[in-house]
């Protein structure tokens, strides 16, 4: 279909025809919000990880210096290294522990269901910092968790539970275990309870049921949790930043020390290139593994 | 048919207030304000009832005030926003009022702009370099739990005793008091400023021996009060403020000797009321505040024609002779090497 | 999975001048703390900031759902990849970018207030056009259908008809928006500028002088603003509709 141009505008001025196609108008918004606002910065972000940085300017200069340096000096390899395995353990931990609850909220017909969801939700709306601060109460070596531990005779000494991985990674969890339910009971809910009625019409108990019926057809939902779950994890700041104090380091840590107090601007672009294809990375793992889309929409 | 009239008529308020409000929020500024970053958590009670609120009734205007981030964490947000961070007024130390005034993201404080600068030591004004006015000395002391270090410890090798393991706070490298203790420990196993390599070599099982490493002088608060750490170095000024507080603790400077800390008061160039900015700097550094500030927040200072109490003198930096005793560092040296030090400190500290 | 904001609960209670546990006293003091300038700034800043993004994410969010269901062109899937793609940068990331991009592009003073509500909005897109496009799909055409039928013009029927209907999924990606607005830590990190300052970083500086029971009363506070705005949201836009499907 050619665009005839003048016989176009002259419809237009006739009134016959908007001046835009509709799906324009009504695309062109967010589109143009994006680009300029999102995609725009994000290749800035790149090229700039492609510069060098002497005596605090940046030179125009393309070099690959930041990116061997993050990934051949072994003391940043252990950083990417280190926020991988975090966030895929803190994915895994929170993907297994919301699946139940999540299964619980979805098919409970009790009178409280308002009520459990609120509170399912509720810790969500504090905010991570405050969160966080809770956790390291907790956790601290004159904390609660110790001074139980302690009292009734489980350890002698307090366990080191801060300014550590282990906290760390116990504090994420937590702080996304709400996002994690609520991301698997939108998969749960899409499964038919017509279908579970009639496998069990059709002999089998409640576990062959759920692991045959119930459990694949959620699978796609569960494997897009895991995949959100691990990429807020990769890119969280403030429960490692807290928790973490500073011997512990992340990629996101890092990013920010370089940012704002190094002043390496292209090298922490880099680091967050390398953050962003980790995430990248990992959902196309996962697409490849799971055969089909995980994502909605 | 009404109920669509006052719905429009609902959202169109609606969207006004929301309106208004995000310009209120961007901050429209009325005139005649000057915008402080000085310190924070309870250091900004003190500043506030001593020189702020004096300042604002003397010269009628607001302040507003800005207790976050380090010396170093202000400095970083000066040359990323190349001088125009967003204060007027901004206290550092003399490292980075050196390099800045080098970077020229910095006003020059003359006497012609601060006449006030005639009453500091020379040394104390070539320390903070043209661009800077030292409202105060201090120096790094041990500072010790006087219930549980007993005795008194008399030297810096005790933060790495392993007695002690777990009750040390060590500061990080973003604090000066991480390369003074740096430097201390170079010093005391054979080198010096400008051969740190026997210092560096004491940092890790400095690490070891400690409870944790804190950034932030006044995050290492509450691990004291709560007598979870029994050793710290400390600057005077603060350490004397807790123990008038009534906790157990006590500060001293060890047989090796220590170092001292020229605070600064800078102006950015990029600032706003710059007129005013002068005038609070001036003002700070008047015999008055002067005196004021030194016993409210127990601290020494860099002018030479002060009444002050011999007990205050005793404990703290006042005069030319103390000045003198205490190691004087090359400030630009360390303004220089401060990143370099800084990765090298990370890649010992990460686990 | 309470107990940490169990803890921050009774701290905002306990008398004592820094957190202890069990608590020692009970006094109300750290609420009055809370109405002071330098946190009712902050979180006013931050209601302010959740509350425009929010409607501006929910504006460009439903828009650009309404393209994807309602037409067929070429770039249709791309636009949808892009409208979902925030999601998979990490905001800290975002954060990074477009300090950088403000700054080198010469729009340094948007940092701030400007720059905050741009990034928020781009952030939480993705969340609004996820349930505008549940909404759409999930209406029943032939309503809009019948409007049309009785001679409503096409955008008489779009606001009487279609906009009612999908009204909880704007609603709920709303409010959704503003939570994660008003929370955000790590997008705000780089954007923030002295005086405009948001709720969550400005505890997060505060905690870095240690710990204080007033951050309890405020984390109290801000709960409650959440649940107002939810109630609010329920209430005109009947959002749990939404939540709770056909």
């Known amino acids: 279909m050619r665009l005839n141009l003048v016989s176009a505008w002259r419809a237009t001025l006739r009134g016959k025809v908007p001046l835009l196609p509709s799906h324009l108008i009504v695309a062109v918004p967010p589109t143009l919000y994006l680009l300029i606002l999102f995609v725009i910065p994000l290749l800035f972000l790149l090229s700039v990880s492609f510069l060098r940085q002497e005596a605090g300017l940046i030179v125009n200069e393309l070099t690959f210096e930041n990116y061997r340096k993050l990934l051949t000096d072994r003391f940043y390899v252990r950083i990417i290294y280190r926020t991988l395995l975090m966030s895929l353990f803190v994915a895994t931990a929170v993907t297994t522990l919301s699946y139940p609850v999540a299964y619980f909220l979805t098919r409970t017909r009790s009178r409280w269901k308002p009520l459990l969801l609120g509170l399912a939700l509720a810790p969500e709306l504090s905010g991570v910092v405050l969160r966080t601060y809770g956790w390291l109460v907790i956790l601290e070596p004159d904390g609660l968790l110790n001074g139980l531990l302690m009292r009734t005779g489980f350890v002698k000494t307090p366990i080191r539970l801060v300014h550590n991985y282990v906290g760390v990674a116990i504090g994420l969890s937590h702080v996304l275990l709400t996002f994690g339910i609520f991301t698997v009971m939108a998969s749960l809910q899409g499964v038919d309870p017509m279908l579970e009625l009639a496998a069990q019409n059709l002999g089998a108990n409640r576990w062959r049921t759920f692991m045959h019926v119930t459990l694949p057809l959620s699978l796609p939902g569960v494997v897009g949790s895991f995949f959100l779950t691990f990429a807020v994890a990769a890119g969280a700041y403030a429960t490692p930043a807290i928790l973490g104090g500073k011997t512990v380091e992340v990629l996101s840590t890092f990013i920010y020390s370089q940012l704002l107090y190094i002043l390496n601007w292209p090298l922490a672009s880099a680091a967050s290139v390398i953050l962003v294809l980790m995430v990248v990375g990992t959902l196309l793992l996962l697409n490849r593994l799971g055969g089909r889309r995980s994502f909605v929409l | ?351 | 999975m309470f107990a940490p904001i169990v803890v921050v609960l009774l701290a905002s209670i306990n008398s004592s001048q820094y957190f202890q546990f069990p608590p020692s006293g009970l006094s109300l003091r750290w609420y009055r703390a809370v109405f002071t300038p330098e946190w009712m700034g902050p979180a006013s800043f931050s209601f302010v900031l959740a509350t425009v993004s929010a409607a501006l994410a929910t504006l460009l969010g439903s828009l650009g759902a309404f393209a994807v269901v309602r037409y067929r062109f070429r770039g249709r899937e791309a636009l949808a990849a892009l409208l979902e793609s925030p999601i998979g940068v990490p905001s800290i990331v975002l954060g990074v970018a477009l300090l950088q991009f403000f700054s080198i592009a010469g729009a340094k003073s948007l940092i701030g207030f400007p720059a905050l509500l741009l990034a928020h909005t781009v952030e939480t897109v993705p969340f609004v056009t996820r349930t505008a496009y549940v909404s759409l799909v999930g209406i029943d055409r032939s309503l809009e259908l019948a409007a049309m039928n009785l001679g409503a013009r096409p955008w008489q029927t779009l606001r009487s008809v279609t906009l009612p209907l999908i009204k909880p999924g704007l609603f709920a990606g709303g409010a959704f928006a503003f939570v994660v607005s008003f929370n955000n830590v790590n997008l705000s990190l780089f954007l923030v500028r002295p005086g405009q300052i948001t709720l969550p970083i400005r505890i997060m500086n505060f905690l870095e002088f240690g710990t204080a029971p007033v951050l309890a009363a405020v984390n109290i506070l801000s709960l409650s603003v959440i649940i107002l705005v939810f109630a609010t949201a329920e209430r005109v836009g009947g959002f749990t509709q939404f939540i709770y499907g056909r």
Request: glycine fraction near 6%.
């Open chain 2, 1 to 351: 048919m009404r109920w669509k009239v006052i719905q429009r008529v609902w959202s169109v308020a609606v969207t006004v207030v929301i309106l208004w409000s995000s310009y209120l929020a961007t901050g429209a500024a009325p005139s005649r304000e000057l915008v402080v970053n000085a310190y924070g958590g309870e250091y900004e009670a003190i500043i506030k009832s001593t020189i702020i609120e004096p300042f604002e009734r003397k010269y009628g205007v607001r302040v507003i005030y800005d207790g976050t981030g380090s010396a170093s964490a202000d400095f970083a947000r000066i040359r990323a926003t190349r001088g125009d961070p967003g204060w007027d007024v901004v206290v550092m130390t003399a490292p980075e009022s050196l390099l800045g005034c080098q970077l020229g993201l910095l006003e020059r404080l003359g006497e012609d702009r601060v006449p006030n600068q005639r009453f500091i030591f020379h040394e104390a004004r070539k320390a903070a370099g043209p661009c800077g006015a030292v409202q105060e000395l201090q120096y790094m002391s041990l500072f010790y739990n006087t219930k549980r270090v007993v005795p008194p410890p008399t030297s810096w090798r005790v933060l790495w005793d392993p007695k002690y393991k777990g009750r040390v706070i060590v500061p990080d490298i973003g604090n000066i008091l991480a390369v003074y203790l740096l430097f201390m420990a170079a010093y005391m196993n054979g080198g010096d400023q400008y051969n740190l390599d026997p210092g560096w070599a004491q940092i890790p099982s400095l690490r070891d021996n400690a409870l944790a490493v804190i950034e932030s002088s006044s995050d290492m608060v509450p691990y004291f009060e709560r007598e979870q750490a029994w050793l710290l170095p400390y600057w005077d000024g603060r350490a004397h403020y807790y123990k008038n507080k009534g906790l157990p603790m006590d500060f001293l400077i060890p047989k090796e000797g220590s170092i001292l800390l020229v605070n600064t008061l800078n102006v950015p160039i990029g600032a706003k009321s710059k007129d005013l900015a002068y005038e609070f700097v001036n003002f700070w550094l008047s015999r008055e505040m002067q005196e004021k500030w030194a016993l409210a927040y127990t601290v020494g200072t860099a002018r030479v024609d002060l009444k002050l109490p011999d007990e205050h003198r005793r404990r703290h930096v006042t005069s030319l002779e103390q000045f003198k005793v205490l190691k004087f560092p090359d400030f630009l040296y360390i303004a220089q090497k401060r990143s370099e030090w800084a990765e090298r400190w990370k890649r010992i500290m990460v686990r």
